[in-house]
């Protein structure tokens, strides 16, 4: 773990803990072993320094291009992770370099929705590029979901507000025999892929505490 990970990961942490109460259910999932693509929901700016800095190790994001810039702007999110990606039309260079991060037992996190929320629903179909991804890495997914992100700091506001997040994480899925037995292939396999990590996220819910 790089010294800015760790660093970033303490402040992401205390801000969590101590401004966003945040609680964690299910964080012993956060510790599935080897290589993984984590598919969560997406409201807010907030939300890949607060399901990261859950993890017990750190993890690899996928990131706007245009978000990175030359100097210690770029130097900074590359020590934290963070994997720049076109997300008009992602490079192949880029897909590699997921691919080769799940392979060599790291997390990557990445959002289904492909951009956050504007009105705090999450979409009923994901991105096909990230079915893509989840296909050709032949890992397992991880499917957590953060709330009271977009209360916290929707779209089009600069400072969060200190609403209480809670993240679930549910159990991995594997899809090696859904990819066997579907019969699709290409963009109709990939579609199929992204929709159903889309359904695995919207399935999670903060449990209720009367049952």
Not at 97 to 103: A, C, E, G, T
Request: hydrophobic letters at 45%; one cysteine or more; proline letters at 9%.
């Amino acid at each position: 773990m790089h010294p800015a990970y760790r660093v970033g990961k303490l402040i992401s942490n205390l801000l969590a803990n101590l401004y966003f109460r945040r609680r964690i259910v299910n964080p012993e999932k956060l510790k599935l072993p080897g290589g993984c693509l984590v598919v969560a929901n997406h409201a807010s700016f907030l939300d890949p320094p607060m399901i990261g800095s859950a993890f017990p190790g750190d993890i690899h994001y996928m990131a706007r291009r245009t978000l990175f810039r030359e100097g210690i702007v770029e130097w900074v999110y590359r020590r934290l992770n963070a994997v720049p990606v076109n997300q008009d039309n992602p490079e192949l260079s880029t897909i590699k370099r997921i691919l080769q991060l799940v392979k060599d037992g790291e997390k990557v996190l990445i959002f289904p929705e492909g951009e956050r929320t504007w009105d705090g629903e999450l979409k009923a179909r994901g991105a096909p590029g990230i079915g893509l991804l989840i296909a050709k890495s032949k890992a397992p997914i991880l499917p957590v979901r953060l709330f009271g992100a977009f209360e916290a700091l929707p779209r089009g506001h600069s400072f969060p507000k200190p609403a209480k997040l809670t993240l679930v994480a549910g159990d991995p899925i594997d899809f090696t025999d859904f990819i066997a037995e579907s019969g699709l292939a290409g963009k109709d396999l990939y579609q199929a892929l992204s929709d159903r990590a889309m359904e695995a996220i919207a399935a999670l819910e903060i449990p209720d505490p009367s049952r």
